[in-house]
């Protein structure tokens, strides 16, 4: 079993930051719940996944479920995984990243997963 707190052993301060406001802004949508894996902690909203973040030294590459792509300099990864749902890559360096567009595109991939 992997627990949240193994994701952040030998990781730089701000990692834990950003997951930390990452967390924060999610619940304003409602009900969140954290699943721990291997290489990555899911976001879940009720019925799914809607976010995952896979911690690196100093950032985070969070994955985000959109109904549609998203065109943003910010994305590094964006794949079409079903005729409705895309997986956008964003690489997060700092708390301040997790700011109000990055909240929009987290709220539309929760509210596709409730």
Known sequence: ??????????????VREI??????????????????????????APRSAFAGVAT??????????????????????????SANRWHVEVRLQSAADVDRELTAWLKRGYEMST
């Open 19 to 44: 997951y930390d406001a990452l967390l924060r802004v999610s619940r304003q949508f409602g009900a969140v719940t954290e699943e721990p894996k291997k290489t990555s902690i899911h976001l879940m």
């Open 56 to 81: 690196r030294k100093d950032s985070i590459v969070l994955t985000i479920k959109s109904p549609s792509e998203i065109e943003s300099p910010r994305v590094a990864k964006g794949e079409r995984v």
């Open 1 to 14: 079993m992997h627990s949240v707190d193994d994701h952040f052993a030998g990781r730089a301060p701000v």
